[in-house]
């Protein structure tokens, strides 16, 4: 009995009338019904089950056209884990002899290196699924191109041939088995059957393979089809596609159906801006509207600019599995047992089901702690003997512990190498040791991005667990390539394995749970087998319907063609046919364009939108090029003034009595940040890099500048000897902050350094020559001083680097060490030249420093000034400012100016900006070019409020 | 089918606003209407912009003609039912489908990456080349190389250093991998050894022979520089021994020192030292470029290897693998490129041909060739090239304008097919005339300085023609010094903008928009440090500029607080980001209430936790909603481009939250509606035209070499890199003759590209150019300083062109030329031509408010199994990970599979037997243990089971049925319920279920495991009911342990 065909009602979705069909058949607990997709299968069982009351007893079964190739086959055998295959295909990819190999990879990597191979493997192995899909194999290929004229890839074909049967070799001495090879065969060997019915359900696109197949058991089957019966001739006994007709036939969309945006946003705008007017107008319900998006990154971003409308709308996919928390996680893991490096564990640690793990354990600790280690120590692995790493009293450093249990664990499960079962228990040992302590619950929505991905992964490492038998011989001598020589790497290792389960994992869609009503965003090829009666489609652009034609290194599209398997037409035939379909069954349908996408590149306009009749092309074709502008409206919402303004600090309750001199400069250049610095305490934390930061350097300078100071060498007049002492101090300072292997950067930096105390150590000798002594006492001593203004007492604080004494003039010298690396004049540094030629104090510190050392000094004689460190070597020594008395009682003056402003509260209006980066930029809105305004406006307000 | 003969090979020298696209278009359509098929026509330009203009106005075209003429409409139909297969492209993207076409051939790694030199995760991976080639070497050949690089200066930055150099290297290297190209120092006469020794001894002895007196004594000065000299020499100080004293005069030829004769055996030994001192300096310099060598290699074999694991590729990977691959004379990828792309090129147009590269030229050479040399009847193969000499731009790129230069000859083609367009259809007469004063006078202006400079202006000249309007336009040029006091030239840094000048600057830009508002603005600037400071200033004075390329969002509050808590999440010890977070409508959202560390750690982890599983387009879209309201306008906008954004940056999201912060703060946004006034490198305006155009900074010499690290040189321009030199050598120049030259080549490379800069800057004006300059100065000596004067700046060249010689002086603030109507735009007809304002009165300020009606219990409903129900649906992680089915569970199926073969136990029922049973399982593939029917058949022995499973005394098989293994799926509170009872007994009015669990009870009984199954058996019950249209309690349950035979009622 040849197939029934059942054309469809059109002009209705074809699920609706899919059901309707299925309920008036007499009950058939054999049917078996196929579906484009699983989608359309679970949808057609709501309506189905809707129609017939709520309930059905043996409802029938359902697959996808793509799965059901495997239904018909008897006595498929089990097919081997894929991931197996992969490495089989490797091997016989090592095995090729060289004339074969050259022609297909002329640099072939080297045999170790397993990722190499597999990122070779790929292609192939993509090759061999497309082909197998049309029911072909290589050597088919071979076959039938010796009629095609001007054939130049005879050899290529060749080899693969002959890499297919080695393949197919390797796979039967270890008796494994390829669903591809297993499908060809059993259609040659007609061991195709089915017991039940089968009902293909708007099956338009079928590979030959299942055609060929369906085509042995054609009596059991029932082909519904979404066209009128007018168009029978146009389609296959199975609902495939005539090609030829589909992809060229015209399609008009009416001109009103099209809309020709600018960006991905515009499009969402202009789809809002429609429905807008269309939901005015009809009674719409989320059930009965769908948004359909060409291009799926769409979906998230609809999804999300939506919600201002008050439309409650859903992307069906959850994010992508290999960014989901347990991939995450072992790519983690994975990177840092590469690297062992303290930067990949501050990523690991970031984790936050890693934190989550740790927290039991070592409550109270998190990443920053590392982060802050690093800062300080630059190191690259953390352990015991890392310097500053000793722990409190009673036990272990917090940061010691964290590193040894992420160690445990690594030992504990990822070290060894081994084979794929090996690694199917480790990782799902580890990754049941992290996640054991969180509940899960399929019905809590937050849970289930853990739990898909979970149980993907766990699905992999199923077959990979599942013995096989002939992998025992396999794997030792080839799977890690290591044949000769090596004694180990027989095995694989972690990141072999964690390579293999991500390609594995890839392109495994993760359906978001349904959860509350909600308006669906589907994808293009999705909304054929929705039945929502209103519909909108975005990105309606070439590349996203129809897709890229794809570049194949082996197959190009003409040769897809030749060989009757998927192409360039027969894609553009079935989203045709789709389309047309689809503009015959929506009671409402706005089809959107854009002009660029989201990477700001231009786009094309949908061939299918030009696939209209003669006379419409040239209008459509101008109505994309040349669009016309729409009013959209924004996105999101806003107000008339953004609330987002700079925080103005409140009135101070307690103000301060004492500051550091260093300060001052800080409020001279902007009050408002000198409260939050000094006020707030804001500073941000240093980020890791894998050099001494310059405060680094100069802290290090400083260290040996101190060290020395309190020393008994102060005295020495003999330069090499000095050196030779700083030298030493140096190296003793570095290896107590940064270890006995400090990173390169820093053992360069340190001989830099060096170099500077080396220049630095002739200076030094000279001026104690000249009579200059340090106060050793003095030396990096906490002064403070007594500064009362107006007469209320305030505290000056600071810490003088350096006072030397002349051992018979008795004069002073302040010395402050300068690290930068330009060596600035004091004067430079302390104020700027104005327009008219007058100066403007900017800094105070040296001025201060005078009133701070003010004990000290007896007979008036006091020379202020930096004692420079810089990178020219020919400017280190000592460079004195020169100031007279007035200018610096002018310095203090300001200085009681400034401690006036700061008891009454004045933090207000910040001052422009400052050149570098102080990690306040935010706070200020630095960069907001309407800021001037902004601070305008608050200060109007202000006046206004008072 | 072709036939072509009045459309012959083609090389058009366009000069800037020709129509040089509108050349390429018309005969694209040209070719189509002779047949061509657009499939085979490849049209090439450089950026993606300009190939989509080519393609919008070949499309536009067509479709203009189809619409007038019906007999058109074939040739639109040609392009657009072949719009996919389109070759109108840029070059870079034209390679990179190659590249894939022979994916395993290059080594290109499957889903690759083409990542720019300038983004993220291209920077991180250097970064962590660097790091590696530090850790690669002891410290101290490092350390070398910076003291050797940076003279006497200790730095104490090492990657910035390392970076320079490094990222300089790379591409050098990858063009002359060789050592020995690195090593072209001439280091004839280097004493070495017992020479060495033997020289420095007879040196020693020679204070005998130095001049004496009168007296007799040694000669003061002679003796001061023998005994300075015998401390250079310690010291290896040969730099200073030859810049010196008798060293100094013998290599300048001079035989006396003073006034006092030399005497023989003293000028043969220092003319041996002078040797050595210039070898040994250089070989000081080739030690070094050696070092360099190392490192370029070691780092870019590192790089490589690193962007190979990452997928990660450079747009320079693709081209230079290709063209190894077809230079190879062993490979035949040619005939097969054609097989490989599915796609043959029979006709070539290649736009902006000047900034083609070798590399470039090399792959598409032998097709060029291919279709000049064709020749059949119908000559069908067509080629195209246009370009323009004076817009090579990308020299420093591997531009090569050379080539363009000789393609004529290179291809065979007669001189007549190269074709010279001079009338400009873009700029005034106003701006061409300044144009065509500047570059005719350029080969005498005084204002370059030096010879050497005005030899090749001379030669850049003869590529020059007078430009004429092709329209009547009304325009303006406007030169003006600006500037106060604080003009402070610095040899060192030429790109400082001094700051009195750029406000300056920027206040007329104010006054300039503001004159004219709506006529676009371009203010064209050499390096991205000068856009960047024009864009704060401009901003600072409240104008909205963007740049090319569109504008940072993260200027905006409201997207800097969502990048701020994007940085807490990742630091929640940085009080900074807490606090800006804190004090915004986010931090009461996210519940914030301090911004101290131990307070902010679990709403740091909470955001990465939200991260993890929702990810960045839909976090960061929640919190833009949030934000929105409290924001303005323009904020508002930005936060719907920066959910944009998300979702581009969510592909290659990581662990860490602030690399997303990073990303944003590197990424330019187009807005829809583009500001007027654009600043941006002279670069990028290429291909771009501007109302007006401003140059804010005219005083970087044109042909200035700072910051160059390497010179290289090659044979001629179209000639690979031959020798690669360090540049630290001034003072070795006039000893060496190699490295003069590659100064030189550099050089003139340099002046070309400078020049042909300055040109396209000066072009890009439709109507107004306002030229801003420095004043220029006084020295001390009361002469003009050379600053803008004679030292080779556009400042310099311009005031020598517009200026009488005499005229040229001190002028600040003076207007120094101007010509035309500075309210040009009072004659154009549409004072708006180029940006319409937004029509503000109809488009909505408010997103549109849609009432959709939500609908419960209709479609898409939540799925769940009976199963999943029990113990409340908690599943535990060891079971979702298990490997196996535990024994457990295998044993459990098989026993619930043999049980369903069970009709009735009890008095004559039949049970099947073991044979029977064991033919079952095998059948269907179950793996089973021979105990498992013993226990199967143990447990049917048990009371309670045959109790349970008898029978009924009112059980009539024509009105009642049992369910064994029934499936159903049932619509139940708005879920879908789908699943399989194991055994139910259904009356008419009533039905008992049955379930068998095959569990061992825990300690506490069957009563705590029947709670645990209790949800699950609900639902069975209330499935039930359903299906059989029943009152909950005619439907009852039972859960039969089979392993004790315990039976109990579930209700
Ligand atoms: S907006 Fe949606 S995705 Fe974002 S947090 Fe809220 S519920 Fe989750």
Redesign the interface.
């Known amino acids: 009995m040849p197939t029934q065909r059942v054309f469809l009602d059109w002009t209705k979705p074809a699920l609706d009338q899919a059901a309707h069909w299925l309920l008036e058949q007499p009950a058939q607990s054999d049917n078996l019904l196929v579906l484009p997709g699983s989608r359309a299968g679970?949808?057609l069982?709501?309506l189905l089950?809707?129609r017939s009351g709520?309930?059905?007893?043996?409802?029938p079964a359902l697959t996808t056209i793509g799965s059901l190739a495997d239904k018909l086959i008897a006595g498929l055998p089990e097919t081997s884990c894929p991931t197996v295959l992969r490495l089989v295909l490797v091997t016989a990819l090592k095995q090729l002899p060289t004339e074969h190999l050259d022609v297909?990879?002329?640099?072939a990597p080297a045999t170790g290196q397993l990722?190499?191979w597999l990122?070779?493997a790929?292609?192939i192995e993509k090759m061999f699924n497309t082909l197998a899909a049309g029911g072909l194999l290589p050597g088919d290929v071979m076959q039938l191109a010796t009629q095609w004229p001007d054939f130049?890839?005879a050899q290529r074909w060749q080899a693969i041939t002959a890499l297919h049967g080695l393949y197919s070799q390797l796979l039967a001495e270890h008796d494994l088995h390829d669903l591809n090879l297993q499908r060809i065969n059993a259609l040659a060997e007609q061991r195709i059957a089915f017991t039940g019915r089968i009902t293909l359900v708007c099956t338009a696109d079928i590979n030959p393979l299942t055609i060929a197949m369906l085509n042995q058991v054609s009596d059991c089957c029932t082909t519904l089809i979404h066209a009128p019966q007018s168009r029978e001739k146009y389609f296959g006994h199975f609902g495939e596609l005539d090609n030829v007709y589909w992809h060229q036939q015209p399609l008009n969309i009416p001109a009103e159906k099209r809309i020709v945006v600018?960006?991905?946003?515009?499009q969402i705008a202009a789809m809002?801006?429609d429905?807008?007017t269309f939901?005015e107008q009809t009674?719409?319900?989320?059930?009965?509207?769908t948004l359909g998006v060409g291009d799926e990154?769409?979906g998230?971003?609809l999804?999300?600019?939506s919600?201002?409308?008050?439309?409650?709308t859903r992307w069906h996919q959850q994010?992508?599995i290999l960014?989901?928390?347990p991939v995450?996680l072992l790519q983690?893991f994975n990177q840092y047992c590469k690297s062992n490096l303290s930067t990949d564990l501050s990523?690991?640690l970031?984790?936050?089901?890693m934190?989550?793990y740790l927290h039991q354990q070592i409550p109270?600790s998190?990443h920053?702690l590392l982060?802050?280690y690093l800062g300080e120590h630059l190191q690259n692995k953390i352990s015991p003997d890392a310097p500053g790493l000793t722990g409190p009293k009673d036990g272990e450093h917090p940061l010691l512990k964290t590193a040894h249990i992420i160690d445990t664990l690594v030992e504990k499960h990822l070290a060894q190498q081994g084979s794929l079962s090996h690694w199917?228990?480790c990782i799902?040992n580890l990754?049941?040791e992290i996640?054991?302590p969180?509940?899960?619950?399929?019905?809590v929505e937050?849970d289930v991005?853990?739990?898909d991905p979970?149980?993907q992964?766990?699905s992999i490492?199923?077959t990979w667990?599942t013995p096989t038998p002939a992998l025992g011989s396999l794997e030792p001598q080839d799977i890690s390539g290591a044949s000769g020589g090596d004694i180990l790497p027989q095995y694989l290792s972690f990141e072999h394995a964690g390579e293999l389960l991500r390609c594995e994992l890839a392109n495994t869609p993760l359906a978001r749970?349904?959860?509350?009503?909600?308006?669906?965003i589907l994808g293009w090829l999705e909304l054929h087998m929705d039945d929502?009666p209103n519909l909108y489609i975005l990105n309606f652009n070439?590349?996203s319907i129809?897709g890229?034609?794809r570049?194949d290194?082996f197959l190009?599209?003409?040769?897809c063609q030749q060989l009757g398997l998927t192409c360039?037409k027969s894609r553009l035939a079935r989203d045709r046919y789709m389309l047309e379909a689809i503009l015959y069954s929506r009671d409402y349908l706005r089809i959107i364009a854009g002009k660029t996408n989201?990477?700001?590149?231009?786009m094309?306009?949908s061939?299918l939108m030009?696939l209209c009749d003669?006379?419409k092309?040239?209008?459509t074709?101008?109505d994309y090029?040349?669009p016309k502008i729409l009013?959209?409206?924004?996105?999101?919402?806003?107000?008339?003034?953004?609330?987002?303004?700079i925080?103005k600090p409140p009135p101070i309750t307690h103000p301060l009595t004492k500051l550091s001199i260093t300060a001052f400069r800080a409020y001279l250049d902007c009050p408002y940040r000198f409260y939050?610095r000094y006020i707030?305490?804001?500073?941000?934390?240093s980020p890791y890099?894998?050099?001494?930061s310059?405060p680094a350097?100069g802290i290090l300078a400083h260290n040996v500048l101190q060290h020395f100071g309190q020393s008994d060498m102060i005295d020495c007049t003999e330069h090499q000897t000095l050196s030779q002492y700083f030298s030493e101090v140096l190296d003793q300072l570095c290896e107590s902050t940064y270890g006995q292997h400090p990173?390169?950067?820093i053992?360069?930096?340190r001989?830099?350094?060096r170099?500077?105390l080396s220049v630095f150590a002739k200076f030094q000798a000279r001026m104690r020559s000249d009579g200059w002594r340090i106060i050793q006492e003095k030396i990096e001593s906490k002064f403070t001083v007594d500064f009362p203004v107006d007469n209320k007492p305030f505290t000056l604080i600071g810490r003088i680097d350096r006072m030397d004494r002349h051992t018979d003039t008795g004069e002073l010298r302040i010395m402050d060490y300068k690290?930068s690396?330009s060596s600035k004049k004091p004067d430079a540094t302390h104020r700027t030249?104005n327009?008219d030629g007058s100066k403007t104090w900017i800094d105070l510190q040296l001025p201060l420093y005078h009133l701070l050392a003010s004990s000290e000094i007896y007979n008036q004689k006091v020379q202020l000034g930096y004692c420079q460190l810089g990178?020219?070597?020919?400017k280190i020594g000592f460079e004195p400012a020169l100031w007279t008395p007035d200018e610096i009682s002018e310095a203090v003056a300001i200085a009681q100016d400034v401690i006036r402003q700061i008891r009454a509260g004045i933090f207000w209006p910040p001052s422009?900006p400052p050149a570098y980066e102080d990690?306040?930029e935010?706070?200020c809105?630095d960069?907001?070019?309407?800021?001037?305004?902004e601070i305008n406006q608050m200060q109007l307000q202000n006046r206004g409020d008072a | 089918m072709s036939d072509l003969p009045d459309l012959p090979h083609l090389i058009i020298r366009a000069s800037a606003g020709t129509g040089k696209t509108y050349q390429l278009t018309n005969r694209y359509m040209d070719l189509i209407h002779h047949g061509a098929n657009p499939q085979t026509i490849l049209a090439t330009t450089f950026t993606r912009k300009a190939a989509y203009e080519i393609l919008e106005r070949v499309i536009t075209l067509a479709a203009q003609s189809a619409l007038e003429k019906p007999s058109e409409r074939f040739f639109l139909k040609q392009l657009t039912t072949h719009l996919h297969k389109l070759m109108i492209s840029t070059l870079d993207s034209l390679f990179q489908k190659m590249g894939r076409c022979f994916a395993l051939e290059l080594q290109l790694p499957a889903n690759a990456q083409i990542l720019d030199s300038t983004d993220f995760a291209m920077q991180q991976l250097q970064m962590q080349a660097m790091d590696q080639v530090l850790c690669n070497n002891p410290p101290k050949v490092l350390l070398d190389l910076m003291r050797r690089l940076y003279h006497s200066d200790a730095s104490s930055r090492v990657f910035d250093v390392l970076q320079t150099v490094v990222t300089d290297l790379y591409h050098i290297y990858k063009q002359a991998p060789n050592e020995s190209q690195w090593a072209n120092y001439n280091t004839d006469g280097l004493l070495t050894g017992d020479l060495l020794k033997q020289a420095l001894d007879v040196h020693q002895a020679l204070k005998d022979e130095l001049p004496r007196t009168k007296t007799g004594k040694i000669a003061v000065n002679a003796l001061k520089a023998w005994n300075s000299d015998l401390r250079f020499i310690a010291d290896d100080q040969w730099q200073l021994f030859l810049s010196k004293g008798i060293a100094k005069k013998v290599s300048e030829g001079a035989t006396q020192f003073g006034t006092a004769e030399l005497s023989d055996n003293t000028l043969r030994v220092y003319k041996l030292l002078v040797i050595h001192a210039k070898a040994w300096l250089l070989n000081r310099e080739l030690t070094l470029n050696l070092a360099r060598f190392e490192l370029a290699k070691q780092y870019s074999s590192v790089f490589d290897q690193l962007r190979q694991d990452a997928r990660i590729l450079m747009h320079s990977d693709v081209p230079e693998r290709l063209e190894q691959a077809f230079s190879d004379p062993e490979s035949d990828f040619l005939p097969d490129l054609a097989y490989r792309m599915d796609q043959k090129i029979d006709h070539m147009m290649l736009d902006e041909f000047q900034d083609t590269s070798m590399q470039q030229w090399k792959i598409l050479m032998p097709q060029a060739e291919e279709i000049c040399a064709h020749v059949d009847e119908f000559a069908s193969r067509r080629f195209l090239c246009v370009g323009d000499v004076k817009q090579a731009i990308y020299g420093w790129r591997g531009g090569c304008a050379e080539i363009f230069s000789h393609i004529g000859q290179d291809l065979n083609l007669p001189p007549e097919a190269t074709v010279p367009l001079n009338e400009s259809y873009r700029s005034s007469q106003v701006v061409l005339d300044v144009i065509n004063y500047i570059f005719n006078g350029i080969d005498h202006n005084e204002g370059l300085g030096k010879d050497q400079l005005v030899t090749w202006a001379t030669q850049w000249k003869e590529r020059f023609d007078n430009h004429k309007a092709a329209r009547e336009l009304p325009g303006y040029v406007h030169f003006q010094a600006l500037g106060g006091d604080q003009f402070v030239p610095n040899e060192d840094d030429m790109d400082e903008t001094s700051n009195a000048h750029t406000i300056e600057v920027c206040d007329q830009i104010a006054v300039i928009h503001q004159n004219a508002p709506g006529y676009s603005i371009g203010v064209l600037v050499w390096t991205n440090k000068q856009v960047s400071e024009l864009l704060t200033r401009l901003r600072w004075i409240g104008i909205d500029v963007a740049s090319e390329g569109g504008v940072y969002l993260h200027d905006d509050p409201s997207v800097s607080c969502i990048l701020a808590a994007m940085q807490m999440a990742d630091r929640p010890d940085d009080p900074t980001s807490a606090f800006e977070v804190l004090n915004s409508p986010l931090g009461k959202y996210l519940g914030m209430t301090s911004y101290h560390h131990d307070d902010i750690r679990s709403i740091a982890w909470e955001i990465r936790q939200q991260l993890s599983s929702i990810g960045y387009p839909r976090l960061i879209g929640h919190w833009a909603n949030l934000l929105a309201q409290h924001s303005d306008a323009r904020g508002s906008e930005r936060l719907s481009l920066l959910v944009q954004l998300a979702v581009t940056y969510e592909p290659n999201a990581n662990l860490k939250p602030s690399d997303f912060a990073s990303y944003v703060r590197s990424k330019q946004v187009p807005l829809s509606q583009q500001s007027p006034v654009q600043v941006m490198t002279i670069h990028k305006s290429k291909g771009l035209e501007f109302d007006t155009v401003i140059l804010p900074s005219l005083k970087r010499k044109l042909g200035a070499l700072q910051q160059q690290t390497t010179y290289v040189t090659r044979p001629s321009p179209i000639d690979p890199i031959e020798y690669v030199y360090a540049s630290g050598f001034e003072n070795l120049r006039n000893q060496c003759p190699e490295l003069e030259e590659a100064h030189n080549q550099e050089w003139e490379r340099r002046f070309s590209d400078d020049l042909c800069g300055f040109y396209v800057a000066l072009t890009r004006a439709k109507y107004a150019l306002y030229l801003f300059t420095a004043p220029l100065r006084l020295k001390k000596d009361g002469q003009l300083s050379t600053f803008g004067y004679t030292d080779s700046s556009a400042a310099a060249i311009l005031r020598h062109t517009l200026i009488a010689p005499e005229d040229i002086c001190v002028d600040e603030g003076q207007v120094l030329y101007t010509q035309g109507n500075p309210q040009w735009f009072e004659t154009l007809p549409d004072p708006q031509i180029t940006t319409p304002k937004p029509d503000k009165k109809t488009a909505p300020k408010q997103p549109y408010q849609i009432k959709i009606k939500s609908q419960t219990g209709k479609r898409s409903l939540p799925r769940i199994a009976p199963s999943q129900m029990e113990g409340r649906g908690n599943i535990r992680v060891s079971d979702l990970l298990a490997l196996t089915q535990s024994t457990g569970q295998s044993r459990g199926t098989v026993i619930h599979r043999l049980f369903e073969t069970l009709n009735w136990l009890g008095d004559q029922s039949a049970v099947p037997s073991r044979d029977e049973l064991t033919a079952l399982l095998d059948i269907e593939g179950l793996k089973y243990e021979a105990q498992y029917i013993d226990a199967f058949f143990q447990m049917i022995q048990m009371p309670a089971v045959i109790d349970a499973l008898r029978k009924p005394a009112d059980w009539d098989d024509n009105d009642c049925q049992l369910w064994r293994e029934k499936n159903f799926a049932v619509l139940m509170d708005g879920r879908f319920v789908q699943g399989q009872i194991d055994r139910a007994q259904v009356w008419d009015d009533r039905v008992i279920i049955m379930d068998y669990k095959t569990d061992v009870p825990p300690q506490t009984g069957y009563e705590s495991l029947v709670d645990h199954y209790r949800p699950q058996i609900q639902a069975y019950r209330k499935a039930v009911a359903v299906m059989r249209k029943l009152p909950l309690q005619k439907v009852t349950a039972k859960l039969i342990f089979v392993r004790d035979g315990v039976v109990c009622d579930v209700h």
């Open positions: 679970r949808r069982m709501e089950l809707t709520g309930h059905l007893i043996d409802p297909l990879v002329p640099n990722l190499a990122n070779l790929t292609p130049t890839q600018d960006q991905p946003k515009d809002l801006m429905l807008k939901s009674k719409l319900t989320t059930d009965t509207l990154k769409l998230p971003l999804e999300q600019l919600v201002a409308t008050g439309l409650n994010r992508d960014l989901s928390g995450s983690a990523l690991l970031r984790h936050p089901d934190q989550l109270m998190d920053t982060d802050k199917a228990q799902s990754l049941t996640y054991t969180l509940t899960l619950n399929p019905n937050q991005p853990v739990i979970l149980s992964i766990a490492l199923r667990f749970p349904n959860g509350k009503p909600a308006v669906e929502a070439e590349g129809p890229d034609v570049i290194p190009p599209d003409s040769i360039d989201l990477s700001h590149e231009p094309l306009p061939r030009l003669d006379e092309l040239a209008p074709v101008l090029f040349e009013k959209l409206a924004p996105l999101l919402p806003s107000n008339k003034q953004s609330e987002l303004t925080p939050l707030c305490k804001l500073k941000k934390p890099l894998p050099e001494l310059p350097f990173l390169p950067a053992a360069i930096q001989e830099q350094l170099q500077r690290t690396e030249k327009a990178k020219q070597l020919d422009d990690g306040l935010g706070i809105h960069a907001y070019p309407l800021r001037k305004h």
